[in-house]
């Protein structure tokens, strides 16, 4: 995994922040990642495991930023909903595995919100993303 190519910002004297940063400083092509749910090229949900779809979202997440020539690194922002916050807590210990797996040790910008249903029925979760592409890179997606 390439090191980010964007400054995270850590006030003085404020602890490290886990698993997420308090803020980054990027430039260069923006890419905005609509909601990602947990189900397949398809439309399908194949798990209705918390974790599961959680690495569904990541790899489906992937792939939207491959096709701007993006990469995990770059992802500045992630917006995440769910539906359950036990659910989401009892799973953290799968969720941390996954994501460390499909994205690595890059921890950008993050929000958790738990909310009363989606659109998608089935979904426990759903994220947006933003990435942004350093302009040395932005010259050749793909």
Do not use: C
Not at 81 to 90: A, H, M, N, Q
Not at 104 to 127: C, N, Q, T, W
């Amino acid at each position: 995994m390439m090191e980010s190519p964007h400054t995270f910002l850590q006030p003085p004297g404020w602890p490290r922040a886990k698993g997420y940063s308090n803020g980054i400083v990027a430039g260069g092509r923006t890419v905005y990642v609509g909601g990602m749910v947990g189900w397949n090229e398809q439309e399908r949900f194949e798990t209705d495991d918390f974790a599961g779809q959680f690495r569904q979202v990541l790899l489906n997440i992937i792939a939207v930023l491959q096709e701007a020539g993006a990469k995990p690194e770059h992802i500045v922002r992630m917006t995440w909903f769910i539906g359950d916050k036990r659910e989401y807590l009892s799973a953290l210990k799968d969720i941390g595995q996954a994501y460390r797996e499909i994205i690595g040790r890059h921890y950008p910008v993050m929000a958790v919100i738990e909310v009363s249903g989606f659109i998608e029925d089935g979904a426990k979760l759903e994220i947006e993303t933003t990435a942004v592409i350093p302009d040395a890179v932005s010259a050749s997606p793909g």
